[in-house]
């Protein structure tokens, strides 16, 4: 992973661009901005292409299949396939519990024709991130990967978890081939059946029974090209995923937990019940901790599944993080500097960015953006952290006026019932 930053791409992969007409030097003879301006519209452009007002699965059960073949030797990524994909699944999983905070995530590894589980459905980032990091040192990549095997072992679990759940398994394959004890097709059948979401990440090419697994159970097929397409890939499937046709909708029991602590008197210590029976980090008597509304267990972290009485503890923010999936901020409409200040000036006139308060030049700032709900100006660079890190228009918040026809604001009608699993 040394040039994990430097996100080329290899000419021939990507077909013929022009890109050096794109690049126009400035009035100083500078070239830095039209880099710039090819960078933004890349991530506007993604922007874009989200839409709000559909059904997402929001409560995610995703096993990721990785293969530990002999396949996952090669070195086409730096420094093999298997190193590179180890650090990008931590990293993944990383983002995957920020940005879907009351999910579960297991790891399989796929090798010598077996599948194995290397951590179990769980819902914290710490204990998936030491299995797999604990992968690069020991583990003998030989023989082929068997993708039924690993299919049917996740789907053991996952047939477990109850139907609201979005479920999900991805693959990251590295061989050309699977050997397998019994017809594929059967457990392709039998994961559309459970309503199963499969998607596959190929590191070699595109392999046909993947792509049928992908088209038949609704999940995607990507095939890599380098390592930064490989990281662009990976973390596309942190976004919550449309809700499948066979998911229920229905309301589930949360537990709201909070610290106990009485006043003036020294808390007790207490044993918590995730660390319990955990061989590695060994329980200790505690004082702090949450306590589980419905049978009173001690848990050291949230969100966590009660062991005691399947309670689902959570807290208020981590419900608030899912949030802006649900209703992110409209895609604002891109304008010239020119027009809103000389051709069509505006009372009073768009001399600032509304956000961060920059004098917009013209020079430097060719375009502005608009809100459709505030009508209030930004700048390209609260244009992206707005819709990329803050997750709601600064305008829509800050003015009276308009935080009051935001709460009205009545949704563009979706084409199904809008509901939070
Ligand atoms: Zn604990
Ligand atoms: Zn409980
Ligand atoms: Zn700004
Ligand atoms: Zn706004």
């Known amino acids: 992973m040394a040039d994990e930053e430097d996100p080329k791409e290899y000419r021939w992969e990507t077909g013929y661009e022009k890109t050096w007409e794109a ?25 874009a292409m989200k839409r709000g007002f559909s059904k997402l699965g929001m409560m995610r059960h995703l096993y990721v299949l990785l293969d530990c073949s002999e396949a996952m030797t090669v070195p086409d990524l730096k420094p093999t396939r298997f190193i590179c994909s180890l650090k990008l699944l931590e990293l993944f999983i990383e983002e995957f519990f920020d940005q879907n ?13 077996r599948a194995e589980k290397i951590s179990e459905l769980a819902g914290s980032s710490r204990k998936h991130i030491k299995a797999v990091h604990a992968l690069s040192n020991g583990v003998p990549l030989v023989g082929e990967p068997s993708l039924q095997n690993g299919l049917e072992l996740a789907l053991k679990t996952l047939r477990m978890i109850p139907q609201h759940a979005s479920r999900e398994i991805l693959v990251i394959m590295g061989s050309l081939t699977s050997c397998d004890p019994n017809d594929v097709n059967l ?3 039998n994961l559309k059946t459970e309503g199963v979401r499969c998607s596959v990440l190929s590191l070699s090419a595109e392999i046909r029974i993947c792509k049928y697994l992908c088209t038949e159970t609704g999940g995607l097929f990507g095939a890599v090209l380098d390592d930064a397409h490989y990281k662009d890939q990976l973390l ?17 029991k949360m537990g709201f937990p909070h610290g106990r602590t ?36 001690k848990y050291c972290e949230l969100p966590v599944e009660c062991s005691a009485c ?30 809103v200040q000389v051709q069509e000036p505006r009372d009073p006139p768009v001399t600032n960015c509304y956000a961060c308060q920059k004098t917009f030049a013209s020079g ?58």
């Open 23 to 47: 690049i126009k030097e400035d009035d100083d003879g500078l070239i830095e901005g039209s880099v710039t301006d090819i960078i933004q519209k890349a991530k506007r452009k993604r922007q």
């Open 101 to 113: 905070p009351i999910s579960q995530l297991g790891v399989i590894a796929m090798k010598a024709k």
């Open 187 to 189: 457990t392709v059948e």
């Open 236 to 252: 596309q499937h942190i976004d919550p995923p449309q809700a499948g046709n066979q998911q229920e909708f229905s309301l589930i």
């Open 262 to 297: 009485e006043s003036g008197k020294e808390p007790p210590l207490t044993m918590c019940m995730c660390h319990i029976d955990s061989a590695d980090e060994p329980a200790k008597l505690t004082s702090g901790g949450y306590h589980c509304p419905q049978c009173y267990s």
């Open 310 to 339: 399947g309670l689902t503890l959570a807290s208020a923010p981590h419900l608030a993080r899912s949030y802006h999936h649900l209703f992110p901020v409209p895609h604002f409409n891109e304008l010239a500097l020119e027009q």
């Open 364 to 421: 430097t700032d060719k375009m502005v953006y608009e809100c459709d709900a505030c009508k209030q100006v930004f700048c390209i660079d609260c244009d992206i952290f707005i819709h990329e890190t803050l997750h709601s228009c600064v305008g829509c918040t800050t003015i009276p006026a308009s935080a009051q026809s935001l709460q009205a604001r009545k949704p563009v009608p979706p084409p199904h019932s809008l509901s939070v699993i």
